[in-house]
Nanobody, 128 residues
């Protein structure tokens, strides 16, 4: 079993920065695909960033150049460094981890809540 707990959310002015953390407990290693997702009230969940089992990173177009996904060497913590925040970044942010499906990580748009492990979310609010 893997448990994930997000932290680091809060309120920030536009142009500011936040660093989200996702602490993992239980058994997890580099075989897991890991990602960040977000959902604003009344809107669909959308993928933000993914780091695959080889350490390669993928970002949604709307965060490229502003957000950075990373993880520690022990696989215990996943991070999302968010810079140049915009009001439209306001959302609940979730981290997730899952083993590969058919030898590869699912793309950001293919992750579902019934696949893998998910945290409870941390709120990010960006004011204009």
């Amino acid at each position: 079993q893997v448990q994930l707990v997000e932290s680091g959310g809060g309120s920030v002015q536009a142009g500011g920065s936040l660093r989200l953390s996702c602490a993992a407990s239980g058994y997890i290693d580099s075989r897991y695909c890991r990602g960040w997702f977000r959902q604003a009230p009344g809107k669909e969940r959308e993928g933000v960033a993914l780091i695959d089992t080889a350490g390669s990173r993928t970002y949604a177009d709307f965060v490229k150049g502003r957000f950075t996904i990373s993880k520690d060497s022990a696989e215990r913590t996943l991070y999302l460094q968010m810079d140049s925040l915009k009001p439209e970044d306001t959302a609940m942010y979730y981290c997730a981890a899952a083993l590969r499906y058919r030898g590869r990580c699912r793309t950001l748009s293919q992750w579902g809540e019934n696949f893998g492990y998910w945290g409870q979310g941390t709120q990010v609010t960006v004011s204009s």
